[in-house]
């Protein structure tokens, strides 16, 4: 396999997803993990035509035996790893007083536990290739809605995780993440409802004009993945429409 790699976490639907496409429509293979077994057959669907370009494997980020599992079986299907792009995410959205303590662990689990997990088992196969890890933040990470802990919590353990692999793996290995803010999503969910419509509001509030898209997010990604931009690791890029800049008064 020439092509370069990247494997992509919670890959079926959302950002992932629409990541997996876009990479594939730029010539890299891309080893799809999703734990979700019917985004799974629905994003395998979707891009069938793209193999033996893409790999689709069931994976829970949060059980080791499990990305050990799927390391290995990238390895195999594609003989290297180039990138990982940790996207696999959980949220739920429950005051203090109602959030469970499993909840709270499943945030964690998937959100940053499993970036470390992913990252532990792929850094032997990236430092081969001098490869990159990219993984998602989010603008939740430095401000807050009310009732998102767990989420929040874990996306601000991404940020410092970033930077702590980037000065643990360097030169071999880079390391970034990126801050999305509203990113538009609607219509690349599990059993294809129609996209939210969105209203003149929802835009006209964003400094740049609109709601973010998920090609927002995959173009940053192509640009991080770019060998020419190797001067780049350690950092948080927020893409947020400028909305984490704004000043709010009621």
Request: aromatic share 8%; hydrophobic share 40%.
């Amino acid at each position: 396999m020439d092509k370069k790699t990247v494997i992509i976490t919670g890959a079926g639907q959302g950002i992932g997803r629409a990541t997996a496409e876009f990479l594939l429509n730029h010539d890299y293979a891309v080893s799809i993990w999703e734990n979700n077994p019917d985004a799974l057959a629905e994003v395998q669907t979707e891009l069938a035509a793209a193999l033996p370009d893409a790999q689709f494997l069931r994976c829970d980020v949060s059980d080791e035996k499990s990305v050990k599992k799927a390391v290995s079986d990238t390895v195999k299907h594609f003989g290297r790893i180039d990138a990982l792009i940790n996207n696999a995410a959980v949220m739920q959205e429950k005051s203090l007083d109602e959030l469970t303590f499993a909840e709270w662990n499943e945030a964690i689990g998937v959100n940053l536990s499993g970036a470390f997990l992913c990252a532990k088992y792929a850094v032997p196969h990236l430092r081969e290739n001098r490869g990159t890890i990219i993984s998602l933040c989010s603008t939740r990470a430095f401000q807050s809605e009310p009732d998102t802990f767990g989420y929040s919590a874990s996306k601000g353990g991404i940020f410092a995780l970033t930077h702590s692999l980037a000065m643990s793996l360097g030169p071999d290995v880079r390391a970034n993440c990126i801050s999305p803010g509203w990113i538009d999503v609607s219509g690349l969910k599990t059993g294809h409802p129609d996209a939210e419509k969105l209203s003149t509001a929802d835009h006209s509030q964003h400094p740049a004009g609109r709601v973010g898209r998920p090609a927002d997010i995959a173009r940053m990604i192509l640009f991080l993945l770019d060998d020419a931009n190797d001067f780049i690791t350690g950092q948080n890029f927020i893409i947020d429409g400028g909305m984490t800049r704004k000043m709010i008064y009621v």
